[in-house]
C-alpha cells in the first residue's frame, strides 16, 4: 500500500487549502483513512477520520468546524480542506490507513504517506 500525499503550502491565517492523499490498491473502499499532523517539538496527532463508505467522519476539537474530510473511492484519494487556518495549524500533515483498533489513535494505522508541509503565517 502506498499512500501520497500532495497540497501542502504557505497560506496566511483564514485562508485555505485542501491536501489530498492518493491510495494505492483495489480496496480503498473498505478502509477507515485518517489525517494526522506533527507540529515541530510536538507529538504526532489525530485530525481526521473518515470511515470507507464516506458516510461518517470525526475530528478532533482543534479542527471541528474549520476542517472537513472527504473521500472519492473511485480515486482512491481521500481529501482534507482546511478553511480559517490559524499559525498553530502549522504542521506535517500525513494521512494514513486503519488497520484495527480507535479511529483516533495513531497506533491503529500501520500506512502512512510521506506528509506534506502546510505553513500558515500570521
Known amino acids: 500500500v502506498q499512500l501520497q500525499a500532495s497540497g501542502g503550502g504557505l497560506v496566511q491565517a483564514g485562508n485555505s487549502l485542501r491536501l489530498s492523499c492518493a491510495a494505492s490498491g483495489r480496496t480503498f473502499s473498505t478502509y477507515v483513512m485518517g489525517w494526522f499532523r506533527q507540529a515541530p517539538g510536538k507529538e504526532r496527532e489525530f485530525v481526521a477520520a473518515?470511515?470507507?463508505?464516506?458516510?461518517?467522519?470525526y475530528y478532533s476539537a482543534d479542527v471541528e468546524g474549520r476542517f472537513t474530510i472527504s473521500r472519492d473511492n473511485a480515486q482512491n484519494t481521500v481529501f482534507l480542506q482546511m478553511n480559517s487556518l490559524k499559525p498553530e495549524d502549522t504542521a506535517v500533515y500525513y494521512c494514513a490507513r486503519r488497520s484495527s483498533g480507535s479511529i483516533y489513535s495513531i497506533n491503529s494505522y500501520a500506512y502512512w504517506g510521506q506528509g506534506t508541509q502546510v505553513t500558515v503565517s500570521s
Open positions: 473518515i470511515l470507507g463508505s464516506g458516510d461518517m467522519s
